[in-house]
């Protein structure tokens, strides 16, 4: 080749107008920031629209189903338990075949899928000591490889239909910058972002027909992975981050990240396969 690729920087609109018949499927949607963002995007959909939740909690995912129920009564809600580290292709497309079962899919507006699972990994331990190579499989299994496979799974059921496609991938700050104690996870997210860059600037040349790809960072947050951070960490200063933030109160709560993604996605204030922070916009 006689020059380097180009990266994809076609100014185009990526609003999603989510105020549609809409299939939706959010992984770690029992609880925390996913639980929070289902039910907050779900509010805006159609009547015949479809919301998947999947995680291990079957308890977690049914409080977060007849949540979005309430305030949203016209959409059909499918939970399934499932374990993101170990599913198979079979078991992904199972999932997503009886989800739709006998609806066509020519009903669709809008896919959207939103990649949210993800686990912090063993803070306890530094770099030079993750030796356990089945650990490393584990890892990267829930946050990296299920995460591509069933984002394969999902946008090849809606190949050739003529809806929008959209897919969101849950990224972090740890994706671009090294922290102490946390190599599963900067790792993790480093290659799982990417996964999703290339997917983005592939799909950029097929146009309005293609997918629109989001990476969102949504910032420190009250969940039980920061809460679990701060008490496990192997690393003072990440303990005294967190600490630092709950201290302040100035860690952000789940509705308000929820808000800035749903703020940032129906203003399309990214190019796709842009990394978005919270603090961005
Ligand atoms: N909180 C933050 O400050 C922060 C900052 C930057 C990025 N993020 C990212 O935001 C996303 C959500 O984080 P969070 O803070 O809301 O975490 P969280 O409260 O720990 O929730 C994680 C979700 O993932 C699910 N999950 C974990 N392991 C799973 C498995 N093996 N199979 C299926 N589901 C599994 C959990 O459900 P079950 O346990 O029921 O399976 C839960 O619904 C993650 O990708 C995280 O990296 C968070």
């Excluded at 066509?104 to 000591?129: D, M, S, W, Y």
């Excluded at 308000?256 to 990214?270: D, E, S, Y």
Aim: glycine share 6%; net charge negative; proline share 3%.
């Amino acid at each position: 080749m006689s020059s380097e690729p180009t990266t994809a920087t076609t100014p185009s609109s990526t609003a999603v107008n989510l105020e549609q018949v809409t299939y939706f499927l959010v992984t770690g949607a029992s609880r925390g920031i996913g639980a929070k963002m289902a039910i907050e995007t779900a509010r805006k959909f159609k009547p015949g629209s479809i919301v998947v939740l999947l995680a291990r909690s079957a308890s977690g995912l049914e409080h977060t189903r007849s949540e979005i129920l309430s305030v949203n009564p016209h959409v059909t809600v499918v939970t399934s338990s499932v374990d993101l580290a170990t599913a198979s292709k079979e078991v992904l497309d199972d999932i997503l075949d009886k989800s739709i079962s006998k609806t066509p899919l020519g009903q669709f507006g809008l896919a959207c899928i939103i990649h949210n699972v993800g686990t912090i990994g063993n803070v306890e331990r530094k770099a030079i000591e993750l030796d356990d190579r089945a650990e490393w499989e584990d890892y990267f299994g829930t946050n990296v490889f299920t995460v591509a496979v069933l984002n394969s799974c999902f946008l090849r059921k809606f190949a050739g239909v003529g809806c929008r496609k959209v897919v969101v991938n849950i990224t972090s700050k740890a994706c671009l910058a090294p922290f102490q104690s946390m190599t599963y996870y900067c790792a993790g997210k480093a290659a799982r972002e990417m996964y999703f860059r290339v997917l983005a600037e592939e799909e950029a040349e097929a146009g309005a027909a293609g997918v629109t790809v989001l990476n969102y960072s949504p910032g420190p947050v009250e969940t039980d992975m920061t809460v679990d951070i701060q008490s496990r960490s192997n690393a003072p200063v990440i303990r005294d981050y967190f600490k630092g933030l709950r201290d302040t109160t100035t860690i952000l709560t789940t509705e308000q990240t929820t808000a800035k993604f749903l703020q940032i996605l129906q203003n399309g204030q990214f190019k796709t396969g842009d990394h978005v922070d919270y603090y961005d916009h």
